[in-house]
């Protein structure tokens, strides 16, 4: 999966009006901070100026970034999701064998990933294990705060 970046309708949509946002009004503001810092004299010792310059190049590698996700995005549908199996885009109900309590999260790509929309990466410790499970089965997940069991009580778009 690390050669394409796979994205939602929204997701991509989200992405490209981000990418808008910076090339049209990012770069303006970028050279306009840049040009007000060089009519304040000496450019060898205008710390404005740097800093405008270092943010302009942040800004640059930035959309750079963002092109590069782009260009390598495939959209994916849902309606196409085989539920059968735990996959990316499908909402995944688990139980927290440690807790005992459940949880539902969505399965998304890396740049999707939102905890607080309880959306998490495939990429991440606990989307890596529970791909390709399917209801009933219970996997061990090793994570930054130890080792942690689910298991998959439902899956569902």
Not at 9 to 21: F, R, S
Request: aromatic share 4%; charged share 30%.
């Amino acid at each position: 999966m690390s050669d394409y970046n796979y994205l939602t309708q929204e997701g991509y949509d989200k992405i490209t009006a981000q990418l808008e946002e910076m090339k049209t009004t990012g770069r303006q503001e970028a050279a306009a901070a840049i040009a007000e810092a060089r009519e304040k004299g000496d450019l060898s010792e205008n710390a404005e100026y740097d800093a405008a310059k270092d943010a302009q190049g942040m800004l640059e590698m930035k959309i750079n970034e963002l092109e590069v996700a782009l260009s390598n995005a495939r959209i994916l549908d849902e309606s196409q999701i085989d539920l059968s199996k735990v996959t990316i885009l499908a909402n995944v109900k688990l139980l927290n064998k440690r807790s005992n309590k459940e949880v539902t999260y969505k399965l998304v790509s890396a740049s999707e990933a939102n905890l607080k929309e309880k959306k998490i990466s495939v990429s991440s410790p606990i989307g890596e294990g529970l791909l390709g499970l399917k209801i009933g089965d219970t996997a061990k997940i090793q994570t930054p705060g130890g080792q942690i069991e689910f298991k998959v009580l439902d899956i569902s778009l």
